[in-house]
């Protein structure tokens, strides 16, 4: 079966720069969530989209945006990049309650990102 | 590489019973575990955790969890349970790449309880 796509899996930029990290959900899931985890923290929730619209937002820098397409894939896009932005970023899908589904969260494989 | 079960898809417990959410795990060293918490359309929530010391580790919410060694464990625990704890849960594992750490999240474990 079909499961969460992040690309790039890894990613390597200098401070300042920008990145865009994407997430392509599994067929007919609707909503969308990012997490970051840095090297030896707890994966934390950064922001959610459900049918394209905001749903959910948590611990996401004002240096950071995203945002879900008509296609539910959906982009993270960092800019400003600071040394400490280097995480692992997952990226999850669910059906979504509203859809009649539930809300089980599957995850992607996440994407490394280093900023030198 | 890492992995982690949670044998049930569904568990139901009238308020004020004792819970249990279960969770085997299988990993190569000695496990870093986890507990969080999802409720309706929101993100993930951290419970709790071990990572060594005393095998019954007390979180957030009134939780605890008990990691077995022989049995390859970490059930989560709760004495009373409320209706508010109705949530998905899910048991996690860390473990180490050649690039760092990452989490391997079991599918999850839903928690009705019921009036």
């Known amino acids: 079966a079909a499961g969460v796509i992040q690309s790039p899996r890894h990613l390597i930029k200098e401070k300042r720069e920008t990145a865009t990290l994407k997430c392509y959900p599994i067929?007919?899931?609707?909503?969308v969530y990012w997490y970051q985890q840095g090297p030896g923290q707890d994966p934390q929730f950064l922001i959610s989209?459900?049918?394209?619209?905001?749903?959910d937002k948590g611990s996401i820098p004002d240096r950071f945006s995203a945002q879900q397409f008509s296609d539910y894939h959906s982009e993270l896009n960092m800019s400003s990049l600071e040394l400490g932005d280097s995480a692992l970023y997952f990226c999850?899908?669910?059906?979504?309650?509203?859809?009649?589904?539930?809300?089980?969260?599957?995850f992607g494989p996440g994407t490394r990102l280093t900023v030198l | 590489a890492q992995s982690v079960a949670q044998p049930e898809d569904q568990v139901n417990v009238a308020e004020g019973n004792p819970l249990t959410v279960k969770c085997t795990y299988s990993?190569?060293?000695?496990?870093?575990l986890f507990w969080y918490v999802q409720y309706p359309n929101r993100g993930l929530q951290f419970l709790l955790k071990?990572?060594?010391?005393?095998?019954l580790v007390k979180g957030s919410y009134g939780f605890e969890a008990e990691f077995n060694k022989s049995q390859t464990s970490f059930h989560l625990k709760k004495p009373s349970a409320l209706v508010s704890d109705s949530a998905l849960y899910f048991c996690?594992?860390?473990?180490?790449?050649?690039?760092?750490?990452?989490?391997?999240f079991g599918p999850g474990t839903r928690l009705s309880v019921l009036p």
């Open positions: 996690a594992v860390r473990e180490r790449d050649n690039y760092g750490q990452n989490f391997v």
């Open positions: 999850a899908s669910s059906p979504g309650l509203a859809g009649g589904g539930t809300d089980t969260q599957y």
């Open positions: 071990y990572i060594t010391g005393d095998n």
């Open positions: 067929p007919r899931h609707d909503t």
């Open positions: 990993v190569s060293g000695n496990p870093y």
């Open positions: 989209f459900y049918e394209k619209m905001q749903s």
